[in-house]
């Protein structure tokens, strides 16, 4: 199966501040399979980014994804008070589809 | 615009088996969806389950497939997840989800629901 390995485990910035946050894939994810969710406690995943860039519909153009092989960027430009949560990548072209660990991005 | 229910009972003994069904609306389950289950136990990381079409074809996590049985009930627009033998490890909020194709992202997802396996 696909390990996705996302890094830091949690990011500490504050509003305003630009967040950079990585998946990195075990092996190739075939066509950019990736996608990006938020998740805030007590409620589902929310899809922000799918086939690696491109933003779901209402997402806001402060996120962003980006792909270079088997490594996936997921940025926020400027963090606004509701994007504090944590972040889960997971791959869709490869069975079993898998998650990565997540990325907690706390208010410093 | 598609909505997922989850229901079932919360807390389930161990050597048991969980059960819960996945109500859909605003779309029907017959159309080109795979409808997938996904679990994330307490304070963890997100982790499929498996996933259903209308048709019957199914594929399971390798980790869970011994365990694991998804069906689908056209007649009711719901899908069905079993889980058997279940342990403490099996303690999860357990999501229902939907992608519109077999390589494609997940586009909706329900509530979720928490299971506990305890005696």
């Known amino acids: 199966e696909i390990v996705l390995t996302q890094s830091p485990g949690t990011l500490s910035l504050s509003p305003g501040e630009r967040a950079t946050l990585s998946c990195r894939a075990s092996q190739s994810v075939g066509s950019s399979y990736l996608a990006w969710y938020q998740q805030k406690p007590g409620q589902a995943p929310r899809l922000l980014i799918y086939g690696a860039s491109s933003r779901a519909t209402g997402i806001p153009d402060r996120f962003s994804g980006s792909a270079s092989g088997t490594d996936f960027t997921l940025t926020i430009s400027r963090l606004e008070p509701e994007d504090f949560a944590v972040y889960y990548c997971q791959q869709y072209g490869t069975l079993p589809l898998t998650f990565g660990g997540g990325t907690k991005v706390e208010i410093k | 615009q598609v909505q997922l229910q989850e229901s079932g009972p919360g807390l389930v003994k161990p050597s048991g088996t969980l059960s819960l069904t996945c109500a859909v609306s605003g779309g029907s389950i017959s159309s080109t969806n795979w409808w997938s289950w996904v679990r994330q136990p307490p304070g963890k990381g997100l982790e499929w389950i498996g996933e259903?079409?209308?048709?019957?074809?199914?594929n399971y996590n390798p980790s869970l497939k011994s365990r694991v049985t998804i069906s689908v009930d056209k007649s009711k627009n719901q899908f069905s997840l079993k889980v058997n033998s279940v342990t403490a490890a099996d303690t999860a909020v357990y999501y229902c989800?939907?992608?519109?194709?077999?390589?494609?992202?997940?586009?909706?997802w329900g509530q979720g629901t928490l299971v506990t396996v305890s005696s």
């Open positions: 259903i079409y209308y048709s019957g074809s199914t």
């Open positions: 989800a939907t992608k519109s194709g077999t390589w494609s992202k997940f586009d909706y």
